[in-house]
């Protein structure tokens, strides 16, 4: 049946409640932002959520909506028109349901689209048989669609962000396996690996080193071949002193047949870090810290390398085969791409990033190019778009939109042939308010360019 027959009609009032509520964000100064402190108390998917949208033919588009058992079948309602040029509402033709226990996820397929065409999206629901909430989404139509949607791994509480990191051991890093591990609570680590043949996550086993937030998990390969996974650093927090921050400088590496806490501890600075890593080495950048980076070798060994040419503002980092690049995002101007050449040790600055300003915007390289995007622009509104970069011409061009919820601290990772993209969180804009709501998101895409 049509959205528009089987879902009831209701008036959408802002109301905040705890239940959902967890950030109200609304424009705030342009002020340097420290590393991300989430209270997991608090912050929890919402009760129904437009999780994705994506082309499935040149004049339709696939959308996904998740509810918990706090909305009913009646209880919500998805509209979408086109942004200029008003008209009717869209057709929409419900499909499938799956239930995930904390939640289910309802397909639903939109027709009458044009290529090119910006549609507004409005999904309003009530919950407690009395509150209601109405949220926003635009989606502009296209033929190209690199994109595939991958399990989704039910969980509603803890972070909703975590470190990941390929598993495969075979030649070719096909990236058939990956592991996530994410801070569920002060005193727990959970850790899943997501096994792309079976399309599944699995219980995986988790680090070493205490639990906190902002692990890093990476792999590098002495010689060209032998697999070391180094992981660590990061940061804890007390709830009896908000805004402060411990950072952490241990770190455990998985050698073949072997396992090791490194030595000497790590010698950079304090701070939110932001890392790349080429054949043999792991090279770390202090987000809003000084240009000063260190590196770190397959076997241990650290040593300084050449400073970024500028400040840091808040770094997303690519690597292309033994070059690492990192685009530097400080309000106010338009973010800058840097390339290291870790062979010579030395930085040269490359062309700018021509979208939209932003901050906490994402990297990534899948077959010699790079990618950037997402994030939040400086009116907190969450950005989709995401930009190719190719360093034999020194340029960037618009490439896709994100199909899916999260633009904030979503988990990212390069491979070969492929990336992977998905959790993080939602800067999700609320009709009738000028605020922001930041919501936890638990899907999970293939990107294949």
């Known amino acids: 049946m049509k959205n528009s027959v089987f879902h009831s009609i209701f008036n959408l009032n802002w109301l905040l409640t705890p239940v959902i509520v967890v950030w109200l964000l609304g424009c705030r100064a342009n002020a340097p932002e420290p590393a991300i402190i989430i209270n997991t108390k608090t912050t929890i998917p919402s009760q129904a959520a437009l999780v994705s949208v994506q082309p499935i033919g040149a004049s339709t588009a696939g959308i996904v909506v998740k509810l918990t058992s706090a909305v009913g079948n009646s209880d919500w309602k998805l509209t979408v028109l086109p942004v200029s040029g008003g008209g009717t509402f869209l057709p929409l033709v419900s499909g499938k349901a799956e239930s995930l226990n904390l939640y289910s996820l ?24 009395k509150d209601t909430l109405t949220v ?44 996530v591990t994410r801070y569920a609570d002060a005193e727990k680590w959970q850790t899943f690996d997501y096994v792309y043949e079976r399309n599944g996550w699995y219980p995986g086993n988790p680090p070493i080193v205490s639990v906190r937030r902002g692990l890093i998990d990476y792999v590098v390969y002495y010689n060209g071949k032998d697999r070391h996974n180094f992981y660590g650093l990061g940061y804890q927090t007390d709830e009896l002193f908000p805004g402060k921050y411990v950072y ?49 070798y397959a076997q241990f060994e650290q040593e300084s390398r050449a400073p970024l040419p500028e400040k840091p503002g808040i770094l997303a980092t690519f690597s292309i085969g033994e070059t690492g690049y990192v685009v530097n995002q400080v309000p106010g101007r338009q973010p800058r791409l840097f390339a290291y050449d870790s062979q010579r040790d030395i930085w040269s600055r490359r062309a700018d990033f021509p979208g939209p300003q932003r901050s906490r915007g ?12 997402l994030g939040t622009a400086t009116s907190q509104q969450g950005l989709r778009d995401i930009y190719q970069y190719d360093p034999a011409t020194d340029t960037w061009q618009y490439l896709t939109d994100y199909p899916g919820q999260g633009n904030r601290y979503p988990i990212v990772w390069s491979g070969l042939n492929r990336a992977y993209i ?3 969180y939602e800067s999700q804009t609320v009709v009738g308010s000028a605020g922001y709501r930041l919501v936890g998101c638990t899907d999970f895409w293939e990107f294949k360019p």
């Open 248 to 296: 952490l400088r241990d770190m455990f590496a998985l050698l073949p047949g072997a396992g090791s806490y490194v030595f000497p501890f790590y010698e950079g600075e304090d701070g939110e870090t932001a890392y790349f890593t080429t054949t043999e080495w792991a090279f770390f950048l202090t987000n809003n810290g000084s240009p000063a980076m260190r590196g770190i």
């Open 362 to 373: 994402v990297g990534f390289s899948v077959k010699n190019k790079g990618y950037f995007g």
């Open 106 to 129: 309802n397909s639903l397929t939109l027709s009458g689209l044009s290529v090119g065409q910006t549609y507004r999206m409005r999904l309003g629901f009530r919950y407690n048989d």
């Open 136 to 179: 926003e989404r635009t989606y502009t139509h296209t033929a190209y669609n690199p994109w595939k949607k991958l399990a989704d791994l039910p969980f509603d509480s803890g972070e909703f962000t975590g470190a990941i990191v390929s598993l495969d051991y075979d030649a070719q890093r096909s990236s058939n396996v990956v592991r």
């Open 422 to 424: 998905g959790w993080g």
